[in-house]
């Protein structure tokens, strides 16, 4: 399976971005999401989607202004990110999982769960 993520780029604090992750390969997976890492820091959960029921869970810092969509069909997820913040900034990692333990936000949210991983996309807020 190989993903590909695109979309990121320079934005000033309180503009939007879009970003896409497909997909391809031996696709059957149960659920995509996105997470982001700084340099440093431990990979973070952002937003996920389960794709029976299309059940999706978000971080709580980015509730309200990120909106995850997809298409299981066509193995495809997009991040709509409105009201960007200087620390949403950080490299954006898209993944897929072949199963989950559960469908809950605790599970979706564990990167040790997802199987692929794409090489991510760089957000940069900054004024």
């Known amino acids: 399976v190989q993903l590909q993520a695109s979309g990121g780029g320079l934005v000033q604090p309180g503009d939007s971005l879009r970003l896409s992750c497909a997909a391809s390969?031996?696709?059957?997976?149960?659920?995509m999401a996105w997470f982001r890492q700084v340099p440093g820091e431990k990979r973070e959960f952002v937003a996920g989607?389960?794709?029976?029921?299309?059940?999706?869970h978000y971080a709580r810092s980015v509730r309200g202004r990120f909106t995850l969509s997809g298409e299981h069909t066509q193995n495809t997820v997009n991040l709509q990110m409105d009201n960007l913040k200087p620390e949403d900034a950080a490299v954006y990692l898209c993944?897929?999982?072949?199963?989950?333990?559960?469908?809950?936000?605790?599970?979706?949210?564990?990167?040790?769960?997802?199987?692929?991983w794409g090489q991510g996309t760089q957000v940069t807020v900054s004024s």
């Open positions: 989607i389960v794709w029976a029921g299309e059940i999706t």
């Open positions: 390969g031996h696709t059957d997976n149960y659920a």
């Open positions: 993944a897929t999982a072949e199963a989950l333990p559960c469908a809950d936000y605790r599970c979706v949210a564990t990167a040790g769960f997802y199987n692929y």
